[in-house]
C-alpha cells in the first residue's frame, strides 16, 4: 500500500453494475457512455465507469472523503483547452451512485504522470519536477503548486514519467527513466557498443529519495540515489505494511532489429522481462549491462555489453527480480491492497497495471494482474485479474487499442480504481461475492 494512493478501509462497498467501452477523449467526465461488454473481472467482481472523456488520465490518488485526483498527461503535451488550468482534475460523487458529478480542473499545464496523496498534500510531477498543493475542504485545492524538488534533467530519449511514493517516515521517492534504450553510443543504432561504465546512471536510470515536507529541492544536491540500473519505471510504490519500496521495470526494446546475428523477431517479441522487484537502498537492477530472461530464469549479458543471448550475467552482481512478466507488456502503476472489500487471499497483495507495447509481433498485456504476496515475496502465481480494455478482439497495433490501463488507487470502502489515458476513462472495480 502506498500510503499517498491506497487507504485502509472499514467496510465493504455495495455491488456495481457491470459496464464499459469507448467513448472519444474529452473534458466532460460525467457524459454518458456507451453501453459495451466491459472489462473481464473474476467472479464477484464488477465495474462501473466512475468518470469519462478525460484527457490522458494517468495515475491517480484517493482521499479518504473518496474524492478522486488524477494527473492529465495532455497537459504535458500542451493540447489542455484553452479555458483550462492545467493538467491535473479532482473528481466527486455526490449522490452516492457510484459515478463523478463534480469535475474541477487545476495545477499546471506540464504535468506528465506521477501524483499521489501524502499527509493531505496533493503532490504530482512534470517532465523535470514535483509539485505540491495543500488539500482542504473544497475539491478544488486553493493557492498555487509549490516546488518540492527539481533540477530532473530533461530526457531527449523519451521515459519522462516522475512516479511517486512515500514512505511513512516523510520521504519521497521519486524516479527518473534513461533517455535511451540500452546506453548505446548511437542509441536504436543496430551494432552500436554501450558506453561503459554509462553516463546516464548519475542522472537518469534509478530512484532518488528527498523529503517529503522541505521545498525547492535539487535532485542531485538534495537527493540520495536509492537505487539504480533501471531502464524506466513508471509502476513505483512504497508498502508501508513491511516497509519497503516496489517497483516494476520496463525492459529495453530491438533485440532483433538491433542485434539480429544473436536474436529472432520472436524472441524479441517476448524477451526481455519487465522486471518486479523488491528495492532496498544501493540495489542495482542491471540496466544497461544486462537484462532478464523470464524464460531461461537467468539474468543474461546485453549484446551491448559482450552478451549474445545465451551468455549468463556474472551472479550476485545485479539483483534478480521477484517475477519476470512477459516482454513488453509496459507497466505503468502499482499498488499493493489494503482493504478489506475483496476476499481474503487479496489483501496485501500487489495490483499491476500492464499498459501494452508497440514491441511485440502479438499484441498483448492491456491488462491488470494481481500478484499474491507474502512479506516481500509472492505467495503463488501471478494471475490476470482485469482484462479486455484493449477491444473486445485481438488488435494489430496500440494505436488500435480502445483502453489502455495505467493507473491504480484503492478507495476508502476498498474499491479499485483504474485509469485508461486511451479512451478517458475511469473505472471503479468492487466486489459483491453475487
Known sequence: MNIARLILITSAGAALAACGGSEPTGSDASAPAAEDPGIELPPGFTATIFADRLDRPRHIAVRANGDVYVALRSGRQQIVPEDSEGGVVGLRDTNGDGRADVTERFGRGDVDTGLAIFN????????????????????????EPELVVGGFAESGGGHTAKPITFDAEGHMYVQAGSPSNACQEQDRAPGSPGRNPCPQLERYGGVWRFSATARNQDQIGDGIRYSTGHRNVVALEWNPLINQLFLVMHGRDQLDTLWPEHFTAAQRSELPAEEFHAVTQGDHLGWPYTYYDQIRGQRMVSPEYGGDGQTPAEPGQFKDPLIGFPGHWAPNDLIFYAGSQFPERYRG?????????????????YSVVFVPMAGNQPSGQWEIFADDFEAPEPIASPADAKHRPVGLAQGPEGSLYITDDVGGRIWKVSYSGN
Open 349 to 365: 497483495g500487489a495490483f499491476i497495471a500492464f499498459h501494452g507495447s508497440w514491441n511485440r509481433d502479438i499484441q498483448d498485456g
Open 120 to 143: 493531505d498534500t496533493l503532490y504530482f510531477s512534470s517532465a523535470t519536477a514535483v509539485y505540491a498543493l495543500p488539500l482542504g475542504g473544497e475539491l478544488k485545492p486553493a493557492g
